[in-house]
Structures are given as C-alpha cells and as structure tokens.
C-alpha cells in the first residue's frame, strides 16, 4: 500500500520553463490537496480538490493550475515558472466527508526555479 | 476557518514528558483536532486526533477541554528521534485548511 505518491522528488526548472507534479494516491479517498512549503515555513494551501470533478483555490493559487484526472490523479502545473516558486511541494489526500480522519502526506517534490 | 496558535520553539530533554499547546478558539462544531509531525525533508506525518476530552494511543496523548478552544499535545518519556516540527490543525472534512508555522521541539541529550 502505497498511500500518496508523487513524482518527481527533485527537479530544476529554468525561469519562464513548464512542468507538471503528478500526484497519486490507492487509498480510494475523495479529497486531494497541493500545498507549498518555503524554508522555515509551515504548509500553504494551493489548491484542493474537494472531490473527483472538482477543484478550488486554496492560500496561494497565483502561478498555478490543477487538473483532478481521475479520483487517484491530483496533478499541479506551473505554466511558466518563476524563482519565487522555489518551494517544496507536497500532496495530501483525505478520505472527505463528516469523519474527517486526517491528511496522509506524500513525501514530497523538491522544486528549484533559477 | 479555525485559526491555530502554537508556541513557535521549545526544548526539552530526552526522557522527560512535553506538552505542546495549541489555541483554536473559533473551533467550529463539527471540528476535529489533529496533530501532525513533521521531519526535515519529508511531508507531515498524522500523530493524533480527537474531538474532545482525551484520547491517547501507542505515541502521544491528546487533550481537548470541554470548551474546545484548546488542545494539549503530550509526548510521554521524548527521545532524540522526537525532534521535529509539530502542527495542530483543525479541520472538519475538506475545508481549506492551511497550516501554521508549527511548534518547532528541540529534544537535548
């Protein structure tokens, strides 16, 4: 059992470059998330995906797009990068609804603009 | 949206017992409260959650009081591997729910 899966762990984009961070999860749950964390920082949310079909802007949309391929694909795409999002990226999935029983995190994609 | 107030820093030495304290005092009703930890390089990891009163399982305890607008994380005898980042979060299914800067424990051999 996997849980969250996300490729890739590390990249380096140059300035004005595209890329999408695909995410996954075999937990069969319903919510999937994108957050960013700078150094020192704690998580901020990009977007959510409340369920399959749906998208919503979190914290900090600016600079990105979100595609729910499927309810196991989240994927996150910078459409022409910027070094202000140097960050490390991590998806989170929720199974959704009234019991709300907590984020299961994938381990995260380091992302390096220059 | 619960907004969380944790202490940003604290130290302890291995072997004593740490209670992490967080203030959420827009708690919504149907709110629950989950503590994270996190490690350098790598994404939270789920430690504990409650609703109210006390709930405690193989790692940590949680406290929540009646008026839920706070909640005490106790890590019981911590060792060097408890140092780490610790967030509280309060969230109820899929709201947008970003997290704070955390509780930053520093265990000391």
């Known amino acids: 059992n996997a849980g969250v899966t996300q490729t890739p762990k590390f990249q380096v984009l140059k300035t004005g470059q595209s890329m999408t961070l695909q995410c996954a999860q075999d937990?069969?749950?319903?919510?999937m998330y994108w957050y960013r964390q700078d150094p020192g920082m704690g998580l901020r949310l990009i977007y959510y995906s409340a369920s399959e079909g749906t998208t919503d802007k979190g914290e900090v949309p600016n600079g990105y797009n979100v595609s729910r391929l499927n309810k196991r694909e989240f994927s996150l795409r910078l459409e022409s990068a910027a070094p202000s999002q140097t960050s490390v990226y991590f998806c989170?999935?929720?199974?959704?609804?009234?019991?709300?029983?907590?984020?299961?995190f994938g381990s995260g994609t380091r992302l390096t603009v220059v | 949206l619960a907004k969380t107030t944790q202490p940003i820093s604290m130290d302890s030495y291995e072997g004593q017992e740490v209670n992490i304290t967080c203030s959420h005092n827009n708690i919504a009703t149907n709110d629950y409260i989950t503590w994270y930890q996190q490690f350098p390089s790598q994404g939270p990891r789920f430690i504990i959650q409650g609703y109210k009163t006390k709930v405690t399982n193989e790692v940590a305890s949680l406290f929540i009081p009646a008026d839920r607008k706070s909640s005490t994380l106790s890590l019981p005898r911590v060792s060097l591997s408890d140092t780490a980042v610790y967030y509280c979060?309060?969230?109820?299914?899929?709201?947008?729910?970003?997290f704070g800067t955390g509780t930053k424990l520093q265990v000391i051999p």
């Open positions: 937990m069969n749950h319903n919510s």
């Open positions: 989170a999935s929720t199974p959704g609804g009234r019991d709300f029983l907590g984020y299961t």
């Open positions: 979060l309060v969230s109820g299914g899929y709201q947008k729910v970003t």
